[in-house]
């Protein structure tokens, strides 16, 4: 099964996308596609560098897959690795902190934040002893 998988993109559930985007857009992350529902965003997309993240409103997937209405939302959890911890940090100053930058038992230095639509984003950084 060598080469099955090409890429792995989270989507997000929130009530809002327009909140969560000057979020990413800190971090240089760009939209690149929009879908309208009922007269704001119900789905987007975010990229940068090749990375990409999809955001989509609940309403929207009630909407398009009712059966997936009851879905919870803010479950999102992110892990993402980053070149430089200081500058990301900088760039999400004032997102609710989960929990503050530390060292890890499996040599990452990391700080957990929470994004505007109430998701888990964890950026770490690899540190040497």
Same mark, same amino acid.
């Given at each position: ?23 990413? +857009? ?37 909407? +398009? ?7 919870? !939302? ?11 911890? +200081? ?6 100053? !004032? ?22 639509? !109430? ?11």
């Amino acid at each position: 099964m060598a080469n099955w998988l090409k890429r792995i993109t989270p989507i997000m559930l929130v009530d809002e996308i327009e909140p969560c985007l000057a979020f990413w +857009d800190a971090l240089g992350f760009e939209k690149t596609a929009e879908v309208p529902h009922e007269g704001r965003l119900g789905f987007a997309i975010l990229e940068k560098s090749g990375l990409e993240i999809m955001y989509q409103t609940r309403a929207s997937v009630a909407s +398009d897959v009712p059966a997936l209405s009851d879905a919870p !939302g803010g479950g999102t959890f992110l892990f993402l690795e980053v070149m430089d911890l +200081d500058a990301t940090i900088e760039a999400v100053e !004032g997102a609710p902190i989960v929990f503050p930058r530390r060292k890890t038992f499996y040599g990452m230095e990391e700080i957990c934040v929470r994004e505007p639509g !109430g998701n888990v984003v964890t950026f770490a950084m690899a540190v040497s002893d």
